[in-house]
């Protein structure tokens, strides 16, 4: 039975039917209110909304003068930066069809793309020539040239009517996004006007108070999440675009811009949680669970005294700070629960760059524990009966993969998309994430067991970085054993194998037998990740599983 949620209609500021509407109206609606802020060097600069649209204009004008009016693909690489938005939106706006790519790629896995793509032109950080020109023979423009060609333009340009370029349809192509995938080629997900404004107006719907305040993206720019909430829905909305220098830099940027919002990964959650906890030690850690619980006290008399209590947390991650908005992983409940202890509520959601990228979503004023949210309005999402795999179907829902006939067929089909993951809904609309179909293990007995759920019960444990749970079948009989990455940042490894290993054991000793941990294998090398945060097991496995050490567990 498919679910959709109710409709319900709130304030917007207008209704664009595409993109090139978005940039069009940026400048007169919010004229010379903050756009854009970033770091070059220790100079922090802000750009206003009507600067912002005059440089778009001008970039657009530099790529006319390469694509001679027709529509090309025009692929897009480069750390994030006010100059790759500003590609991003002129590509766009000259009715060209922009290809971000992921600058962590090997020079193959790029060829692939950029042929796959039809790239017509690349577009890329001075870093990258020597890498692009390997393999690609094509014209090739660097941000560094076209960002010197923005700052010596004397011209304002801010009230271009870019629909006298071009009047796109609402079903037209605006991107190709390629997922980099846990497994297999990467697959070129076609995106429409259609599919990124719908989303655009349903985060307006959903998160008013939370990423209009001001959000900042620790998620590369390639990122779909980064893409929809860190550019195009700050130029909808008239909020401010904080671009992050990387995880290097956070601390320094959240002191700087003090965003209310963090756009991250629940790795990245959890990563903050431990910041935390890590200042909270003796004497401080018991003040901190008496003020957590006095906290609570006062928060049904309508007071929220959090500013004050923990002012060590708001020092570190800035006085504004209210909200992480994550997915592509479940939440570590412990995370979830100690962060909202300390007054930051994270808002866990679901989807895909397919379903660009949203499908259901938890809110400040609707949200369940261990959820990934109610479906979103105008979303419909069914259950498979037989494999629990989540269909969904809605206008956010990309028109297919490019030049991929094959996996087309596999997986749209009938107007719904196999997202190839597991979950359940409840009676109240929310959806339950239950892991990757692909990630299944399923042992001699005819036991089923997800991997990423014992995996998420020891994200937090002292002295561990990544764990990898695997089917083991050394010994002749199916049993589960855990590959273990020790964090760099481990003072005593003996102290650390120690712990996680004691750990191990508590959590054989409360499970049943099929889902106990036989061995554990340490390594100090990191795990191999998508760009996304998800985790490449079998390339992590080839590559780090030979060259550890095991330990018997009991």
């Known amino acids: 039975m498919a679910h959709q949620r109710e409709q319900h209609y709130f304030d917007i500021p207008y209704r664009p039917s595409t993109i090139v509407d978005i940039i ?3 400048a007169r609606r919010y004229g010379h209110h903050p756009a854009v802020s970033y770091f070059e060097g220790n100079a922090k600069h802000v750009i206003d909304f009507k600067q912002y649209k005059s440089d778009i204009a001008f970039v657009t004008q530099l790529i006319q003068q390469k694509t001679s009016g ?3 693909h025009i692929a897009l690489m480069g750390v994030p930066s006010y100059c790759w938005m500003l590609c ?3 590509i766009i706006a000259d009715h060209d069809i922009v290809v971000p790519l992921d600058d962590s790629l090997d020079t193959q896995s790029l060829d692939y793309i950029i042929n796959q793509s039809n790239a017509d032109i690349v577009i890329c950080d001075q870093a990258f020539t020597s890498t692009i020109t390997s393999f690609w023979s094509g014209t090739l423009l660097t941000t560094e040239e076209i960002m010197h060609a923005v700052n010596h333009n004397p011209n304002d340009l801010s009230d271009t009517d870019f629909l006298s370029i071009n009047q796109p349809d609402p079903q037209d192509l605006v991107m190709i996004m390629y997922t980099s995938g846990t497994s297999g080629r990467p697959k070129g997900v076609t995106t429409s006007h259609e599919n990124l404004v719908s989303e655009v107006i349903m985060g307006q719907m959903l998160m008013k108070g939370v990423i209009d305040g001001g959000n900042i993206s620790l998620l590369p720019f390639y990122h779909a999440y980064s893409i929809l909430t860190a550019i ?5 909305v008239g909020c401010c675009a904080y671009i992050s220098r990387g995880l290097r830099y956070v601390a320094e940027d959240l002191k700087a811009y003090q965003p209310v919002t963090i756009l991250a990964v629940p790795l990245i959650a959890d990563s903050f949680y431990k910041t935390i906890k890590s200042k909270l ?3 401080t850690a018991i003040a901190a669970r008496l003020l957590i619980v006095l906290r609570k006290g006062l928060l049904k008399i309508g007071c929220d005294p959090r500013k004050v209590f923990f002012k060590q947390v708001f020092t570190t991650f800035g006085p504004n700070f209210d909200y992480i908005i994550c997915g592509g992983a479940r939440l570590n409940p412990e995370t979830e629960q100690g962060l909202e202890n300390f007054g930051v509520t994270i ?3 679901y989807g895909m760059t397919e379903c660009f990228p949203s499908v259901s979503t938890n809110t400040k004023e609707i949200r369940k524990r261990g959820s990934v949210g109610r479906v979103e309005p105008f979303v419909n999402v069914r259950i498979d009966p037989t494999t629990q795999e989540i269909l969904v179907r809605g206008p956010m829902v990309s028109p297919g993969y490019y030049r991929d006939d094959e996996r087309n067929r596999e997986r749209f089909i009938d107007g719904w998309f196999k997202t190839g993951d597991r979950g359940h809904l409840d009676d109240d609309g ?3 994430f239950d892991g990757r179909l692909i990630d299944n293990i399923v042992l001699s007995n005819g036991e089923n067991v997800d991997p990423a759920e014992i995996e998420n019960l020891f994200r937090l444990t002292q002295g561990l970085q990544d764990m990898l749970v695997f089917l083991d079948t050394s010994a002749g009989v199916d049993h589960l054993s855990a590959l273990i990455s020790l964090d760099p940042e481990t003072p005593d490894v003996s102290h650390a194998k120690a712990t996680i290993s004691h750990a191990v054991d508590a959590y054989n000793a409360h499970v049943a037998l099929h889902r106990r941990l036989k061995h554990v294998t340490f390594t100090a090398k990191p ?7 998800k985790l490449k097991r079998a390339d992590t496995m080839r590559a780090l599983y030979s060259s550890s050490t095991t330990n018997n567990q009991s």
């Not at 195009?232 to 909808?236: A, G, M």
């Not at 795990?527 to 945060?533: D, K, L, M, V």
């Open 430 to 432: 929310f959806l339950f």
């Open 281 to 283: 030690t003796g004497c």
């Open 70 to 72: 027709e529509s090309l």
């Open 88 to 90: 991003f939106f002129a």
């Open 232 to 236: 195009i829905y700050p130029l909808y």
């Open 24 to 26: 069009n109206e940026s």
């Open 527 to 533: 795990f191999i990740y998508t760009a996304s945060r």
């Open 347 to 349: 808002l866990n959601g």
